[in-house]
């Protein structure tokens, strides 16, 4: 069942637009992550669905009616903000009960749903205490509280944990994740943080210059990009990217890089023609490296240790460099000489659009793989 449905939404300010013809459908329970570069229009988007701001043109349905002239109290949407907005002189009782007073709730409803929606969320033993009597992690929860207080059929989540040091990110992301999974209410999020993203969504909307550049699962913006944006934005560190040039168009390409040399790649190229220029792309975790003879292969940059992992930095003879992701204990030097070595099975490449060549799906590759995951994730939860 569609929940929520966005039909062509643009969004102007003054001679700029924000948002161009978003089209998106969103399915009643499904948690839904917006993510995208500063000024992608994350927010804004949001902003429309709770009724904060208008559209310009385009149409935003919820449960197949049109509510784009509706009050943001009409729409049954709640709101939980990046900044907490608490009142310092009311008690955690009286913040989550505020948004149910304006609205004139009878009294027995009112205190029903404030215990219920306080349990929910671990706050029942700290009703009576004040704002400032709480920690970071309770008064965001006291701020989602007044949003679910209020039985909203969606809750909308503007970056609500990028003021939380990175310990109490992780709690909360985990308290949001179970509080999803223990409502099924439909939720949609916004943040930059791709940990979040990848963590909590059944979907993720990528979102760049005003546009949506892919929807899907997070395992398939990580291991299908759509285009090199998502490519590169998803990931951390980011995906390699080399100049690579088509040799032979057709259902297989041929293809010549600097690393790989000539090689024969299962990538449609047909809608293309020879001597094409393309991005070739590969994840530092599907890059390997081997000691090179004398002065052949690439220098080692720079070593980054992480603890549970290492970092290689290359020079490739690119602007940037190629990252390796290695164990902890390869024991690479910076000025050490190596060979690389590319899973080929994991390769991606890019026209000069930006746009994925496709391919054969892998194998192993399951479209039900993702529901099992996330299943995973919410029972470990």
Same mark, same amino acid.
């Given at each position: 069942m569609i929940k929520l449905k966005l039909? &062509?939404? &643009?969004?102007?300010?003054?001679?700029?637009?924000?948002? =161009?013809?978003?089209?998106?459908?969103? @399915?009643?329970?499904?948690?839904?992550?917006?993510?995208? $570069?500063?000024?992608?229009?994350?927010?804004? +988007?949001? =902003?429309?669905?709770?009724?904060?701001? #208008?559209i310009c043109a385009g149409d935003l349905l919820i449960d197949g009616r049109r509510v784009n002239d509706l009050e943001p109290r009409e729409r049954g949407?709640?709101?939980?903000?990046? #900044?907490?907005a608490l009142y310092p002189h009311m008690s955690v009782y009286d913040n989550i009960s505020f948004g149910l007073k304006l609205a004139k709730t009878e009294k027995t409803s009112l205190r029903e749903r404030v215990l219920k929606t306080a349990q929910i969320l671990q706050l029942d033993r700290l009703l009576q205490r004040k704002p400032k009597? *709480?920690?970071?992690?309770? /008064?965001?929860?006291?701020?989602?509280? /007044?949003?679910? @207080?209020?039985? $909203?059929?969606?809750?909308?989540?503007?970056? $609500? *944990?990028?003021?939380? %040091? @990175?310990? *109490? =990110?992780?709690?909360?992301?985990n308290e949001i994740a179970r509080l999803h999974a223990r409502l099924g209410t439909t939720m949609i999020y916004v943040t930059h943080d791709q940990v979040e993203a990848m963590t909590l969504?059944?979907?993720?909307v990528v979102l760049n210059g005003g546009r949506i550049e892919q929807v899907g699962s997070p395992r398939e913006l990580y291991e299908r990009p759509a285009t090199r944006f998502v490519a590169g934005f998803l990931g951390s560190p980011r995906m390699n990217f080399l100049p690579a040039f088509l040799h032979t168009p057709g259902e297989t390409s041929l293809v010549e890089s600097l690393v790989l040399g000539k090689a024969s790649l299962p990538f449609d190229s047909s809608g293309l023609v020879a001597d094409t220029q393309l991005s070739l792309g590969i994840r530092p975790e599907h890059v390997s490296l081997k000691a090179a003879q004398g002065s052949a292969g690439v220098a080692v940059t720079v070593v980054e240790y992480l603890g549970s992992e290492t970092y290689v930095h290359l020079d490739t003879g690119q602007q940037e460099p190629l990252i390796c992701r290695c164990e902890?204990?390869?024991?690479? =030097?910076?000025?050490?000489?190596?060979? *690389?070595q590319l899973?080929? %099975?994991n390769l991606h490449l890019f026209d000069v659009?930006?746009? @994925? +060549?496709?391919r054969p799906p892998k194998a192993t590759e399951n479209p039900s793989d993702d529901a099992i995951l996330r299943s995973v994730r919410a029972g470990a939860l």
């Amino acid at each position: 069942m569609i929940k929520l449905k966005l039909d &062509n939404v &643009n969004k102007q300010l003054g001679g700029m637009r924000i948002l =161009r013809d978003v089209s998106l459908e969103i @399915a009643a329970g499904e948690f839904v992550v917006f993510v995208g $570069p500063s000024g992608c229009g994350k927010s804004t +988007l949001l =902003r429309l669905i709770a009724g904060l701001d #208008s559209i310009c043109a385009g149409d935003l349905l919820i449960d197949g009616r049109r509510v784009n002239d509706l009050e943001p109290r009409e729409r049954g949407v709640g709101m939980v903000f990046q #900044s907490y907005a608490l009142y310092p002189h009311m008690s955690v009782y009286d913040n989550i009960s505020f948004g149910l007073k304006l609205a004139k709730t009878e009294k027995t409803s009112l205190r029903e749903r404030v215990l219920k929606t306080a349990q929910i969320l671990q706050l029942d033993r700290l009703l009576q205490r004040k704002p400032k009597e *709480l920690s970071g992690g309770q /008064r965001q929860r006291v701020a989602m509280g /007044r949003a679910m @207080a209020r039985e $909203p059929d969606i809750l909308l989540f503007d970056e $609500p *944990l990028s003021n939380l %040091d @990175a310990s *109490l =990110r992780v709690q909360m992301r985990n308290e949001i994740a179970r509080l999803h999974a223990r409502l099924g209410t439909t939720m949609i999020y916004v943040t930059h943080d791709q940990v979040e993203a990848m963590t909590l969504a059944d979907k993720i909307v990528v979102l760049n210059g005003g546009r949506i550049e892919q929807v899907g699962s997070p395992r398939e913006l990580y291991e299908r990009p759509a285009t090199r944006f998502v490519a590169g934005f998803l990931g951390s560190p980011r995906m390699n990217f080399l100049p690579a040039f088509l040799h032979t168009p057709g259902e297989t390409s041929l293809v010549e890089s600097l690393v790989l040399g000539k090689a024969s790649l299962p990538f449609d190229s047909s809608g293309l023609v020879a001597d094409t220029q393309l991005s070739l792309g590969i994840r530092p975790e599907h890059v390997s490296l081997k000691a090179a003879q004398g002065s052949a292969g690439v220098a080692v940059t720079v070593v980054e240790y992480l603890g549970s992992e290492t970092y290689v930095h290359l020079d490739t003879g690119q602007q940037e460099p190629l990252i390796c992701r290695c164990e902890v204990n390869a024991g690479w =030097r910076v000025g050490d000489r190596v060979e *690389l070595q590319l899973e080929t %099975d994991n390769l991606h490449l890019f026209d000069v659009d930006g746009r @994925a +060549l496709s391919r054969p799906p892998k194998a192993t590759e399951n479209p039900s793989d993702d529901a099992i995951l996330r299943s995973v994730r919410a029972g470990a939860l």
